[in-house]
């Protein structure tokens, strides 16, 4: 049958990305992958499970295994508000909506608020996942320029002038491609913007509880409440194969937004949700998360000392005091897709940077910028750090042989 003729407009944009197809090498049990996103197995509470799912069984019996409201499970959210508070969210449980992992709340954002020809501003690079759950309702991309201290907020403000920007994403503690974390600063006039503009911010905020050095930064939510969606998950510190996310919106998006998902999954698993209830009220994620951030930290190291110790010059990298993720950006020529291959030959895989960017024109603020191919992403959280020493290296060899040939052509 010819499935081709069947396509809806929206589905030939779902192309399956290039990035799969290096996660798929990547996985091949002969590659060192840094390439991939995935929390270390080391970190998932298995020794709790058995007594979590007792007291779940005790507690709600058959609910557990029940339909149950699309808003998420009652304990849960109940059990999240402390945990929110602590991080600088104050909400209440009527705002806090459960999702099929955070991925699932861009989905629903994309059905709510974006129509085709809309436009999102997004910060160049920017995550993947938030481009493939939104690019299905037909929106055009903005980029907003970022640096080391995350978005530009001058950029921000030119983009939203230009006008016709739907909503803005944004993931701005250790962003997932490069690490970076939105200075204090930046955020007070982030949250300025969005009041002036009277714009929408989605404030994606996986891995602000991965901190190994530094203090913690309030997140945009707590400067622009009413202008804010605030997504985070708890694939990062209790289990991605859950699939539990947490959207705070105000009462009317979170209206729309359960609405909009009651026709795609109903709700995210109740077991799950059960389970996290009692991992998050039984105080085991406030317990168990320094050993996390302790098994990570010798990973970041190792991975910023071998770059120091082996990188050529004129090569820089984001020093992250969070996440899971290192940018390293190249000298002028370097091409991040050859060197991608180079590696590849000796074992190692990262994803070259060029993914991450939005395709946006140039006159709607965007176009690759000039740097972009000579960057790539590397993750430190899934590998030992002499396996992480070892990649660098590897990854290092191939970039001076690479800037050796560029240098005599
Ligand atoms: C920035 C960002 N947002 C969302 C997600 C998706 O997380 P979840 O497992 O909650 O769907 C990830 C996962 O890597 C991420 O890096």
Same mark, same amino acid.
């Given at each position: ?84 508070? &602590? ?254 291959? &180079? ?14 960017? &939005? ?23 899934? &590998? ?26």
């Amino acid at each position: 049958m010819d499935f081709h003729r069947l396509l809806a407009d929206r589905t030939e944009r779902m192309e399956a990305s290039a990035i799969r197809e290096i996660l798929k090498v990547a996985s091949q049990p002969e590659v060192v992958s840094l390439a991939g996103g995935l929390p270390a197995a080391e970190s998932f509470p298995l020794d709790l499970l058995p007594g979590l799912l007792d007291a779940v069984v005790r507690k709600y019996g058959a609910a557990s295994l029940q339909y149950d409201a699309s808003e998420g499970f009652m304990p849960l959210r109940e059990a999240l508000l402390p945990h929110l508070a &602590a991080r600088g969210v104050t909400t209440t449980v009527d705002q806090v909506l459960i999702t099929s992992g955070s991925q699932g709340a861009l989905d629903g954002i994309g059905k709510t608020f974006l129509s085709p020809g809309d436009i999102v501003a997004v910060e160049a690079p920017t995550y993947l996942g938030a481009l493939q759950a939104f690019t299905p309702y037909q929106p055009r991309y903005a980029q907003v320029e970022a640096d080391d201290d995350g978005l530009v907020p001058a950029s921000l403000d030119a983009v939203l002038s230009a006008g016709g920007v739907k909503l803005i994403y944004a993931v701005p503690t250790f962003q997932n491609p490069t690490g970076r974390t939105l200075s204090i600063e930046r955020r007070h006039r982030v949250a300025e913007i969005l009041r002036r503009h009277d714009a929408l911010l989605v404030e994606d905020d996986p891995y602000s509880d991965l901190r190994y050095v530094g203090e913690r930064v309030p997140p945009i939510h707590s400067l622009a409440p009413d202008h804010v969606i605030y997504l985070t998950t708890l694939s990062k510190t209790f289990s991605p194969g859950l699939r539990l996310g947490v959207c705070v919106a105000s009462p009317e998006a979170f209206r729309w937004l359960v609405i909009a998902r009651q026709g795609v999954d109903l709700h995210t698993g109740t077991l799950g949700q059960a389970l996290a209830s009692e991992y998050l009220a039984g105080g085991y994620l406030d317990e168990r998360l320094p050993g996390i951030v302790e098994f990570y930290r010798p990973r970041r190291e190792a991975m910023l000392t071998t770059l120091e110790r082996t990188m050529p010059e004129g090569v820089r990298w984001t020093q992250p005091e969070g996440g899971m993720f290192i940018w390293v950006t190249g000298p002028a020529g370097l091409d991040a897709d050859r060197l991608y291959e &180079a590696t590849l030959a000796r074992g190692v895989a990262f994803v070259p940077g060029r993914h991450f960017y &939005a395709d946006a024109p140039p006159h709607d603020g965007g176009g690759l910028p000039a740097d972009a191919t000579s960057t790539f992403r590397m993750n430190f959280t899934a &590998a030992e750090p002499a396996v992480i020493e070892r990649a660098v290296e590897v990854i290092a060899e191939a970039m001076h042989e690479a800037l050796r040939a560029q240098a005599s052509s």
